[in-house]
């Protein structure tokens, strides 16, 4: 193997999703740890004040020591080299989240063992499957009371829809964790809680074992017989296929504060996740092995640094290798272009870098060229990677300038920071660009919108809330715009377009949305817009 091929076959490039407050920053924290990129803990989220210090990149961020962006950091473990993207949870929540998705090969999804699969978790996960990339599910904070783990794999199956297969599986919790049984290795892994030890002492028990008395005690260990007599019997098998497909998910119990199970489980998922995936460009499949660069940009943000203005272009490399004295073709800018200033994350620290490899992030200066989708390829190449879909806000708001004189600043901001994507834009068929109906996926988005118009384009808003939750695209291949005297709709129900010209409905309620399709035989809703 070429050293470029195995520099492109050691790549491991994933997000890890979850809810707020399930562990995912305490996780992703050991990981680095265990890769040497970090030295102590507490560097990917200190506390509030201190966390801005990983990225003070806007004000807003430093003001609400929150991060809006999702960052991207690389670190080297055992031969791997390792891309984890991470996706912001809370009220900072915004498209950007889904889409960093779209930039992942696979998803370690980290559930909180008292609290199951929670709403966020929900939505990342739609995503994923959207994607059919590996789940790797991480059931933490087993050092507390937790649910019945057989209840807690059947949630997930139930309310995700996803196979689970156990890898390990626990014993008791909270103050009687005893730790984990591994079922491939038929072995106990003894829980002993040593703060910030490395790893916990695994010892090698095999389920029949008299010794393991002595170690979890006769009561676990009967019920642990008849777990694993039921795990055995009851679940699926392992089959690496589906694994790969996102069709099984792999079970991972543990307690990442404790530092307890997370380096088996960073081995197997390592061992068991995928290389960088190829990504479809209309016929054509792009391979990361392929010799020649390619990249699309999945993440735009603006004004990381406030004195010059900049804007940063995400960008997943897909195939070969980045080399930045090269330049690239920009398919949508119809341009050769030299990408400037290429950095990249290493845990709390940006670094310029000369080259990467397919599965790796880059972020590159972006003169405002860059949209979300956009292609990089070899001069030569001309192919378009798909559009990254829309994802549908959750979140309304009616917007105009406060002074109608600034109508031109206020629609110019608007249409760039909606061309950004951290915003979505709609107007009805009937009203001017007087105003904006604003359509976000998390409500932070409204309040840099705010931020942002009145700092780099000196308009106050005036802003309104609206009552809707839920949009749909409508399907419509009939080159005809569908009027709304053609619709049988509710009051609650608003037709409105955006700005590439396709119409959508908004819905105060999924129960309104169920009415209008019943309504609506012919009509075609759906979720991801293109
Ligand atoms: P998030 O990124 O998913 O939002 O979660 P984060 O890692 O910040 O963890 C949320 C809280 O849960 C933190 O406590 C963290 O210490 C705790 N936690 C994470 N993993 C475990 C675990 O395995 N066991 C136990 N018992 N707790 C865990 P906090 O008090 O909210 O924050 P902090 O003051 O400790 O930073």
């Known amino acids: 193997m070429s050293k470029y091929e195995s520099e492109i076959s050691r790549r491991r490039t994933f997000a890890i999703i979850s809810h707020p407050d399930a562990g995912k920053t305490t996780l992703t924290e050991k990981f680095l740890l265990y890769g040497g990129a ?3 803990a507490g ?3 200190g506390k509030k004040n201190s966390r801005a210090a990983t990225s003070d990149w806007m004000e807003i961020e430093k003001q609400r020591g929150i991060s809006v962006t999702s960052s991207v950091m690389q670190f080297q473990y055992e031969g791997f080299c390792i891309n984890i993207l991470d996706t912001p949870g809370h009220q900072d929540f915004s498209e950007d989240t889904y889409r960093t998705l779209m930039a992942a090969d696979s998803a370690v999804m980290v559930i909180d063992a008292a609290k199951g699969v929670e709403a966020q978790t929900r939505k990342l996960f739609k995503v994923c499957v959207m994607r059919d990339i590996p789940i790797f599910t991480f059931i933490n904070k087993m050092d507390r009371e937790a649910r019945d783990p057989f209840e ?5 199956e139930k309310e995700l829809g996803i196979d689970t297969y156990a890898v390990n599986w626990p014993i008791g919790c909270g103050k009687d964790f005893k730790g984990v049984y591994d079922r ?9 809680s040593n703060g910030g030890a490395r790893q916990a002492t695994a010892v090698e028990v095999g389920l029949d074992d008299p010794e393991l008395d002595g170690l979890i005690g006769p009561a676990f260990r009967t019920q642990l017989q008849d777990d694993i007599e039921l795990l055995d019997g009851a679940s699926c098998d392992f089959d690496m296929e589906r694994v790969r497909h996102g069709k099984l998910s792999p079970v991972f119990f543990g307690s990442a504060l404790t530092n307890f199970g997370v380096e088996p489980f960073l081995e197997d998922f390592l061992r068991m996740t995928t290389p960088p995936l190829p990504r479809q460009a209309g016929e054509v499949i792009v391979d990361s092995m392929d010799d020649e660069f390619s ?3 999945f993440k735009i943000q603006a004004n990381m640094n406030k004195a010059h203005r900049d804007r940063i272009a995400f960008m997943r490399v897909v195939s070969g290798r980045f080399d930045a004295d090269r330049e690239v073709y920009h398919v949508q800018g119809g341009k050769k272009i030299k990408l400037s200033r290429p950095q990249q994350l290493m845990a709390a620290e940006r670094e310029i870098i000369e080259e990467a490899y397919a599965g790796d992030i880059i972020g590159v200066f972006d003169p405002g060229i860059f949209s979300i989708g956009d292609t990089l390829c070899a001069p030569g190449k001309k192919f378009r990677f798909d559009p990254i879909p829309t994802f549908a806000p959750e979140h309304f708001r009616r917007v105009r300038p406060l002074d109608t004189m600034k109508r031109k600043q206020f629609l110019k901001g608007m249409e760039q920071i909606a061309q950004e994507g951290a915003i979505q834009i709609f107007k009805t068929p009937y009203t001017g660009m007087e105003e904006v109906i604003v359509g976000v996926v998390g409500t932070l988005q409204f309040d840099v919108l705010e931020y942002r118009l009145k700092n780099e384009y ?5 802003m309104e809330g609206l009552p809707y939750e839920y949009l749909r695209w409508i399907e419509n291949d009939t080159g005809e715009p569908i009027k709304e005297e053609q619709l049988i709709l509710g009051t609650d129900v608003k037709l409105v377009e955006d700005y590439k010209g396709n119409q959508l409905l908004l819905f105060a309620s999924q129960w309104s949305i169920h009415w209008v399709q019943d309504k609506n035989k012919d009509l075609t ?4 817009g293109g």
Do not use: D, M, P
């Open 38 to 40: 970090i030295a102590q």
């Open 43 to 45: 560097v990917v989220k």
């Open 152 to 156: 807690l794999c059947e949630e997930i």
């Open 184 to 192: 491939n290795k038929r072995e106990i892994i003894h829980f002993t």
């Open 295 to 297: 990249a699309f940009v």
């Open 458 to 462: 000196g308009v106050e808003l005036y």
């Open 525 to 528: 809703l759906t979720e991801f």
